[in-house]
């Protein structure tokens, strides 16, 4: 099993620009999320997925979108990117949601974005 | 609001001590919290999962604390090795939507 993985692992936007970050996970999860991760703020939710064609908020969904078509894909979307949005992407899945007992998150590798 | 605070935010020991890493939460009301190992330039690792029932988890030479009274829960690492020189983040779990981490602890281990 490959578990979670993220495409691209680099990638360098100019203000403006729209581009598409795709997690894949093959652990048939239910649940997928989408964090970013700055210097010393930790990792904060941006969106999650309870299930194959559904998406809620975070913490901080602002300038970002997401799409969960296939069970085993979650895009996250940057329409018109910024400089505030540079940052590093992980992807996340667990079996069941946060509130239950087997909730393990396991995360991706990230994909580390530069918006000039 | 729920705050995770993870003290110190780097610390530096010799190679074959114990010790302990800490995370503190504001709200006590949580369903579970999780330990992570981050390498540099990579993802998350999971050490340990603590459920809200449960005091503690054991994993080799980790072992994880969890008072939801107090607020705190602790890593301990036994012997420790330069290869848990890595950063530890701690994530509490209260609800679907708020998965909050700490800023993590940067661990450096001395040969």
């Known amino acids: 099993n490959a578990g979670v993985t993220q495409t691209p692992k680099f990638r360098v936007l100019k203000t403006g620009q729209s581009m598409t970050l795709l997690c894949a996970q093959d652990?048939?999860?239910?649940?997928m999320y989408w964090y970013r991760q700055d210097p010393g703020m930790g990792l904060r939710l941006i969106h999650y997925?309870?299930?194959?064609?559904?998406?809620a908020k975070g913490e901080v969904p602002d300038g970002y979108n997401v799409s969960r078509l296939k069970k085993q894909n979650f895009l996250l979307g940057l329409e018109s990117a910024a400089p505030s949005q540079t940052s590093v992407y992980f992807c996340?899945?667990?079996?069941?949601?946060?509130?239950?007992?087997?909730?393990?998150?396991?995360f991706g590798p990230g994909t580390r974005l530069t918006v000039l | 609001k729920q705050e995770v605070t993870q003290i110190p935010a780097a610390l530096s020991v010799p190679e074959g001590e114990n010790l302990v890493l800490n995370c503190s939460f504001t709200d006590s009301a949580i369903y579970n919290l999780q330990w992570f190992r981050q390498d540099p330039g990579k993802g998350l690792t999971s050490l340990l999962l603590i459920q809200s029932s449960q005091r503690e988890q054991t994993s080799g030479r980790l072992n994880a604390s969890l008072d939801k009274s107090s607020g705190r829960s602790t890593l301990y690492i036994a012997a420790s090795q330069p290869g848990d020189s890595a950063t530890y983040l701690c994530a509490v779990y209260s609800s679907a939507s708020k998965i909050i981490f700490g800023s993590g602890t940067r661990l450096s281990i001395r040969p």
């Open positions: 652990m048939n999860h239910e649940y």
């Open positions: 996340a899945s667990s079996r069941q949601g946060a509130t239950l007992s087997y909730n393990e998150q396991f």
């Open positions: 997925s309870v299930g194959e064609g559904t998406t």
